[in-house]
């Protein structure tokens, strides 16, 4: 089993949107960068747990946990003109983004904030508190899984 994290903008997907949405599942759609895609293409596996994370809100930090429930798929928004997410260059036959369905497991009842995160021991190598680190998709190791989802509880 892999652990992950994916980052979210609660104004565009919340961990709530996620509880509220049919069998509280979605598909993880419109990432457009190569190493996010890649690790959902190459690495996501079903039954991953995931860290989701609220970006660019008030506290930033992880509200909760999916769990991937469908391996990568081609990206259908790739395809559609009229969705922001459109790549001209991406053709059905040879798919350039992938995505992936998670389900809600657990929404925390207070947001882990990045501060909170930055603080706790354990985390000090966690790929989300390194500088420069941008990716909406990353790998978490189980350890620091273990011991965000322990200060959620």
């Known amino acids: 089993m892999n652990y992950w994290l994916m980052k979210s903008e609660p104004d565009v997907f919340s961990i709530e949107d996620l509880r ?5 599942r979605t598909c ?11 690790f959902m293409r190459d690495e996501m596996k079903k039954g991953d747990l995931v860290l989701f994370y609220h970006s660019r809100v008030q506290p930033i930090g992880v509200a909760g946990v999916a ?12 395809f559609d003109a009229k969705d922001s997410h459109f ?10 983004w992938f995505m992936v369905d998670i389900k809600h497991k657990k929404s925390f ?19 989300l508190l390194q500088r420069g680190q941008r990716l ?3 790998p978490v190791a189980k350890k620091e899984f273990d011991i965000v989802t322990k200060l959620g509880n």
């Open 20 to 24: 509220s949405a049919k069998g509280k």
């Open 28 to 38: 993880w759609d419109g990432v457009r960068n190569y190493q996010a895609r890649n």
């Open 67 to 78: 769990e991937v429930v469908k391996e990568s798929y081609p990206d259908h928004t790739q």
């Open 87 to 96: 790549d001209p260059k991406s053709k059905p036959e040879d798919p350039r």
């Open 109 to 127: 009842d207070d947001i882990i904030s990045l501060q909170d995160l930055r603080q706790t021991k354990g985390l000090e190598k966690m790929p």
């Open 136 to 138: 909406s998709v990353q």
